[in-house]
């Protein structure tokens, strides 16, 4: 049987110096975390977040390849252990990534989880920008974007993680998630006017459904910032390597669609516990997949035929009825435990209601994904003024769509669908999940901050006044959980005694 599939997403998010004569992104980057760090302890007392507590790089090894091989011209990214990284007590990490802010959200048990600390990420930011607001000078601010793209040929990512079975063999995950990938843009996908492919046009291409399909040159590899692939292969699990392995995926868009993440997240969860029970019969194998991500991605028809190298070819769309009727029939045969029986059956309801409505009227889900509502605006805007698609108004509005100030962000006024509430955003900003291993670090973190030296993924390491320091490991992602560990936390005082009660 598929194992909980425990996932998370990690965004990069786009950031620019408004009114400053030199914008360095490193710098205003630093900058941001630094002023939601230093402004949210001082308004709380040191509770949410501790700028003591830094992350620990020991067990980091982003060049470890799934296929236990190094491909030549591989380069694994570099892992820049100068710059800000804040631990935040709802077991997130909200730190600087190369010319970006990120923030990494704490493990989630399933989809729905993922879009309620994804939501609380982008409150982080936006609470970040007001802090950094009130330390610049009359006339500078930083702002952030939600996006994957500067329009000068540079584009960041939205990652996904997976927990997976470690004995599933990779090249039957790489067949059946190439296939999941290339084809999901159609409800994944965050819109984009024209194209940053050297030598295409906006006549070529007016709009398309992804901001990430442009990017991507690599079938299968290591890389994320160069030649990057559809199937990443980094093999850093971030828990028990001889038990698990963790799918870093980097292929999807950063969404603002609270639907459009759901189902990101729960139909390639539910797409990988099919992979490890060898539930997908049928391999769907395109013969160029680097142009048939594109050919998706520029089809706002949705009708392409994508040649197959059996010589037959399907679209992305019969792709996802196929990949949604094996989940049904998957469900009905193993039930949905792995990725949450409530949450499973939320995404095969929506999934195939979506496809539905792609199909049938794509405009009629415009309040569900970020392409369609995104297509809608500009279209009308530019129907109105009779603009041709390479004008620079209509790139300004698809960059204002991702605009993360409320009172400026056009995705705010799409009437785009909820599935969180408000005051479940609000707890996530500093509470973790209860059901995996984040709820230790996270509560931890709110009760020990000042003897907790450093974090990552799988441990603590705890200084209590005593040499050594003291690493607790958190290998297994599911405990950990208020119901493991809850009871104990509560009945300790001090770091001191919760080590000696681990301990015994």
């Known amino acids: 049987m598929a194992i909980k599939k425990i996932c998370g997403v990690e965004t990069e998010y786009g950031i620019v110096l408004r009114g400053a004569p030199d914008s360095n992104p490193i710098a205003a980057s630093s900058m941001l975390i630094n002023a939601y760090v230093n402004e949210t302890t001082r308004a709380r007392g040191g509770e949410p977040v501790s700028s003591k507590v830094g992350w620990d790089f020991e067990d980091e090894s982003p060049g470890n390849d799934a296929r236990g091989i190094q491909a030549a011209g591989a380069m694994a990214p570099e892992v820049e252990t100068h710059l800000v990284n804040a631990v935040l007590t709802n077991g997130a990490r909200y730190y600087v990534d190369h010319a970006h802010p990120e923030l990494s959200t704490p493990e989630c048990a399933d989809a729905r989880s993922v879009v309620v600390y994804d939501r609380a990420a982008e409150e982080i930011l936006k609470q970040s920008m007001e802090a950094a607001r009130r330390l610049l000078p009359e006339g500078q601010e930083i702002v952030v974007y939600k996006n994957n793209s500067d329009r000068k040929g540079n584009s960041y990512g939205c990652h996904e993680n997976y927990l997976m079975d470690r004995h599933v063999p990779f090249g039957r995950i790489v067949v059946h998630a190439m296939a999941h990938f290339i084809t999901r843009q159609v409800f994944t996908g965050a819109g984009k006017v024209g194209t940053e492919v050297a030598g295409m046009t906006a006549e070529q291409v007016p709009f398309q459904l992804s901001q990430r399909a442009d990017f991507f040159e690599e079938e299968v590899g290591l890389e994320t910032t160069l030649k990057r692939p559809i199937v990443n292969t980094r093999d850093e699990p971030h828990s028990d390597a001889q038990k698990y392995r963790r799918l870093h995926v980097i292929v999807g868009d950063a969404n603002l669609s609270e639907v459009s993440t759901f189902l990101k997240v729960g139909t390639t969860a539910l797409v990988l516990a099919m992979v490890e029970d060898d539930f997908l019969t049928r391999e769907l194998v395109f013969n160029t997949p680097v142009w048939a991500l594109r050919q998706v991605s520029y089809d706002l028809t949705l009708t392409e035929p994508l040649e197959l190298v059996d010589g037959s070819s399907i679209t992305a769309l019969e792709v996802q009825w196929e990949l949604y009727d094996r989940a049904r029939k998957y469900a009905d045969a193993f039930g949905l435990e792995c990725v949450g029986e409530s949450t499973g059956q939320e995404v095969l309801r929506r999934w195939e209601a979506v496809l539905t409505g792609l199909e049938t009227d794509p405009g009629s889900l415009a309040s569900q994904l970020d392409w369609v509502a995104k297509y809608r605006l500009i279209e009308g805007y530019r129907d109105r003024h009779g603009l041709r698609w390479d004008d620079a108004r209509l790139a300004a509005m698809d960059l204002q769509y991702h605009d993360l100030r409320p009172e400026r962000s056009l995705a705010a006024r799409v009437g785009l669908e909820r599935l969180t509430t408000d ?74 005694e919760l080590l000696e009660r681990l301990g015994s």
Request: glycine content about 6%; hydrophobic content about 35%.
């Open 423 to 496: 005051e479940e955003v609000r707890e996530a900003i500093t509470e973790p999940p209860t059901d995996t291993r984040a709820y230790f670090r996270g509560k931890c973190l709110q009760r020990w901050a000042d003897d907790v030296v450093a974090a990552n993924w799988d441990s603590l390491v705890f200084d209590v006044g005593q040499d050594p320091l003291r690493r607790v490991p958190m290998m297994e992602p599911t405990r950990g959980t208020a119901a493991h560990v809850g009871t104990l936390l509560e009945e300790c005082s001090t770091s001191a």
